[in-house]
């Protein structure tokens, strides 16, 4: 496997719009999103209309387009809020996707150099992971690095990267609980590496910065798991953490990477860690429930693709944990239906893979 | 929230093994951070030279005539001419951790300019949990500033004892011959401020440069096996101890971290050399990665000793088709369990824990 060129024509970047007035956010991305064409979903939720500045390629949903395309036939899938990204994916028609939740802006890098998130998900894309097979310097891949004494050779040339999960300075990723006790805490710490999750080790997936193979992951990306109280701020959500444990058991299966770390983007301070705790404990109890069945899945051999992955893991949501909480048998709902729009709207640039050997 | 507390010294709780087969003037350069500590000197090649140790520090040295005295014929299973004798310095000392160094590494600068006190580092990975059930996206969530990510069940936020700390190196990195004969001049200048524990089922190439472990908790999987003098393979001694410790640490419930803290690698060897002693464990990497990755310890060793016997029993029936040398290595690793264990009579035997099913 050999590095891939990956051209400006082949991303799409994503973005969920929350807030209607996109025009700071965007004047922000305009260096590193000017050449991309971008797809806008507007949260169906939301009343009024969205401020876009000028000078951007790009196209715009909202409620409207989300009704006609899909239409009546799913109950059970909601786009609304954080999930309205997912409609974006469904209608791209390209073969890497680019999506960042819209209070996030450009970091800058230990050496106060601006990061270009977008380059380094396409850079991490573009070349090998190595999951079967930890290697202590990190990628080696990246410029300055390689394998280290005793990484076997026949590892080496590694496997495709499915997804890759970029970090967040300022406001971390945290759940409610462990914001709310340590309200002051804010992410300062740049670490400079990108690496591959190792294959059979599963790890809460952000959708807060993310980009990934629409081929590969697709599929697997999609509104599942939504909370009774699920609100507009990350920390009343988790739709995000169950899609990635799908996404990374299907690219454990099917021989695909997953890697985490660079790119860095900045996070808006937003919301009141407090107050979301109050709502609702929901998505930390479920939490319990989520990561012991993610790590008992076992995929069958006949499950050469990531539809048939997700196939059979709704059968097993349905037999293991529909009957602890209706929130799972929704789920389950929302994963069989998306595969089925999926293949009547999404499978654009061509559907599912083949198993890769590692 | 309260000052960070200081990391506790563990003066009377640690030695620090260091083989050599030349004077040890680079400890002048540790000094600061090695002098309150007991030093254990293994002394390789001609035992009729005299090794200078810097005045001021506390230290016992053996030599090959040592050994061949304290062990008797079990003495055949520790190495000659090779760094792998290090390992009798883990069998002689009589304290709860060991750091060891080797004598061509020297104190880092961390990107601030500041000197990196590397065994300060070991100990506060050693001294927290790990967390090998679930990867944490900011990794060590137990690090100053650093905390768990939103999805990380609660459950596994306890974590499980950390058995080894394996550091890491800037400017002459660990690269294999082949790899150092292609990249002569490459260097690694990345300090990538992290920490984490490398996920349960997942083996790594351990560097015995740089390495801190609990003695009490998984000493005896520390053999570094039969290289140099009389044996068909070099440059393979902490490989072989670190896939061992990696399978054993799995079966028990104790973790392994990799990352800081870094030293200073100052000496290139010999490339040539390198693959002279290397080119057998290329070869026979690619069959001993797949066998690690397949043993199972049955539940009946509940001791680090006991899973040591038993890899030794599968070594020998699996690898020693191989080569003969796998033959003599499953005899070695039987010897010294023997011999640590009359050494160290009284030694406490980690419990085995049992972490999610997976």
């Not at chain 2, 506060?124 to 069940?153: C, I, Q």
């Amino acid at each position: 496997m050999s590095q891939t060129n990956i051209g400006d024509d082949e991303v799409d970047i994503v973005i969920g719009a929350l807030h209607a007035d996109l025009t700071s956010f965007l004047n922000e991305w305009r260096p590193l999103f000017s050449r991309f064409h971008l797809i806008i979903v507007k949260d169906p939720d939301l009343k009024e209309e969205l401020k876009i500045p000028e000078g951007f390629n790009l196209h715009v949903y909202t409620k409207s387009d989300i009704d006609r395309v899909v239409g009546l036939s799913s109950t059970a899938i909601n786009f609304s809020g954080y999930s309205c990204r997912y409609f974006g994916y469904l209608v791209s028609r390209k073969k890497y996707i680019f999506s960042v939740d819209d209070d996030c802006i450009p970091a800058k890098d230990n050496k106060g150099l601006s990061v270009d998130a977008v380059d380094q998900h396409i850079t991490n894309l573009a070349t090998p992971a190595t999951p079967f097979f930890f290697n202590t310097l990190y990628d080696p891949f990246c410029k300055g690095a390689d394998f280290v004494r005793g990484y076997p050779f026949s590892l080496r040339s590694g496997v495709t990267c499915a997804l890759s999960c970029g970090l967040w300075l300022n406001l971390a990723d945290h759940d409610a609980p462990t914001q709310a006790l340590k309200p002051g805490h804010r992410n300062s710490r740049y670490v400079d590496a990108v690496l591959t999750v190792p294959a059979g080790a599963l790890m809460p997936v952000s959708g807060v910065n993310i980009a990934f193979n629409r081929e590969l992951a697709g599929p697997a990306l999609f509104p599942g798991l939504r909370l009774a109280a699920e609100g507009k701020l990350r920390w009343e959500t988790v739709e995000d953490i169950w899609c990635g444990l799908c996404v990374k058991v299907i690219c454990d299966h099917l021989g695909h990477g997953v890697k985490t770390g660079l790119p860095y983007v900045w996070r808006n301070d937003r919301g009141n860690a407090i107050e979301s705790l109050k709502k609702e404990w929901e998505g930390v109890k479920l939490m319990e429930e989520v990561v012991p069945f993610f790590q008992s899945v076992r995929l069958s051999q006949a499950a050469v693709t990531t539809e048939d992955c997700m196939l059979e893991i709704v059968a097993l949501v349905k037999e293991r944990l529909a009957a602890l909480d209706p929130v799972f048998a929704r789920a389950a709902q929302a994963m069989a239906d998306w595969i089925k729009l999926w293949k009547a709207v999404g499978s654009g640039s061509g559907s599912g893979s083949s198993p890769s050997n590692g | 929230m309260a000052g960070t507390p200081a990391t506790p010294l563990l003066k009377d709780e640690l030695d620090i093994v260091i083989p050599t087969i030349r004077n040890l003037d680079f400890l002048e350069m540790w000094r600061p951070f090695f002098q309150q500590y007991h030093l254990i000197i293994v002394q390789d090649g001609d035992p009729s030279k005299t090794i200078r140790v810097p005045d001021g520090f506390d230290y016992e040295l053996y030599n090959r005539n040592d050994i061949n005295r304290i062990l008797g014929p079990k003495a055949s299973c520790i190495s000659f001419k090779d760094s792998a004798c290090r390992c009798f310095g883990y069998m002689v000392s009589k304290k709860k951790y060991i750091y060891t160094i080797d004598d061509d590494c020297f104190v880092a600068k961390d990107p601030s300019g500041k000197d990196i006190n590397a065994l300060e580092q070991h100990i506060k990975n050693l001294l927290t949990p790990s967390t090998p059930f679930f990867f944490n996206t900011l990794y060590d969530p137990y690090r100053d500033g650093a905390d768990f990510v939103r999805g990380y069940p609660f459950s596994l936020r306890e974590g499980v004892p950390t058995a080894v700390s394996h550091g890491l190196w800037l400017n002459i990195p660990d690269y294999d011959a082949p790899t150092q004969l292609v990249k002569p001049r490459e260097r690694n200048t990345r300090y990538v401020d992290a920490v984490m524990t490398i996920p349960k089922g997942t083996l790594f190439p351990m560097c015995g440069m740089n390495l801190g472990f609990n003695r009490e908790l998984i000493g005896p999987a520390m053999y570094f096996g039969l290289m140099g003098d009389g044996q068909p393979i070099g440059r393979y001694d902490d490989m072989w101890a670190g896939w061992c410790t990696k399978l054993i640490c799995d079966h028990m419930g104790l973790g392994i971290k990799t990352g800081l803290p870094y030293i200073w690698h100052s000496k290139a060897s010999n490339p040539f050399v390198n693959l002279k002693k290397e080119y057998k464990g290329i070869y026979w990497q690619e069959e001993l990665i797949p066998f690690f990755q397949s043993v199972i310890l049955p539940k009946e060793c509940t001791t680090v000793q006991k899973c040591y016997i038993e890899l030794s029993k599968q070594v020998r029936a699996k690898l020693g088709k191989i080569d003969e040398y796998f033959i003599k290595l499953a005899d070695a690793m039987v010897t010294w369990i023997e011999a640590w264990d009359e050494l160290n009579p009284s030694g406490a035997s980690a419990e085995v824990r049992n972490g999610p099913a997976k």
